[in-house]
């Protein structure tokens, strides 16, 4: 019988690629918005030329017309494929991402280019249930749950309140305005730190 490994998941933008330096790039290129974050929210800080803010009900199409075609433009966060590539020798590594699913098939692509060759799920909503079903799947003898938004993590803890759940910050733009997780067990918002760890609870 196979012994079980740790399974590690971790969320993508924000954690393993940069999101908010793309996204404001594509806003301002194709359709002439700016962005701002001055508070932990896409919606009221996206503005058009005018000054009025995009309204949430008009994100959905921004989001889906980023990632269709400026997927490319998203940069790796700095360590992280290391510190996967690392754990990835005694541990199971799987990417659950809030994305559609006909964008999951290039955001693997994506991640497998930059040295994160790694299956993607994608998910929509909260990431407490598909989390309990990869758990179902791969029996880990652990889970470890890494992403930098916190109703992320209040989701795992209500559906697998025994997952460790790491909160990371991995983008300069938007650290200061994401509190800590009160569900999550630490906060790294860099992949070394991450990693250190990550390591020593694997090895407890
Ligand atoms: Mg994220």
Redesign the pocket.
């Known amino acids: 019988m196979v012994k079980a490994r740790p399974l590690i998941v971790s969320?993508?933008?924000?954690?393993l690629l940069h999101?908010i330096a793309p996204f404001i790039d594509y806003l301002r290129d194709i359709h002439g918005y700016s962005l701002k974050m001055e508070s932990f929210a896409l919606t009221g800080n996206v503005r058009r030329p005018d000054g009025s803010a995009v309204e949430g009900h008009e994100f959905p199409p921004l989001l889906d017309g980023f990632f269709t075609t400026h997927m490319p433009q998203q940069t790796p966060i700095p360590g992280a494929a290391d510190a996967l590539q690392h754990l990835a020798r005694s541990c199971d590594v799987v990417v659950l991402t809030n994305i559609a699913d006909h964008h999951a098939e290039r955001r693997t692509a994506e991640l497998q280019r930059m040295g994160m060759p790694y299956p993607v799920i994608g998910n929509q909503g909260g990431k407490g249930p598909p989390l309990k079903k990869l758990l179902d799947e791969f029996q880990p003898s652990e889970a470890i749950f890494i992403?930098?938004?916190p109703p992320n993590h209040t989701s795992v803890k209500t559906h697998v309140p025994h997952v460790h759940r790491l909160h990371m910050v991995a983008e300069h733009e938007v650290r200061h305005i994401i509190p800590q997780s009160p569900d999550a067990h630490a906060r790294h918002d860099d992949w070394p730190a991450m990693l250190s760890h990550i390591e020593t609870i694997l090895k407890g």
């Open positions: 969320d993508c933008d924000g954690v999101f992403d930098d938004l």
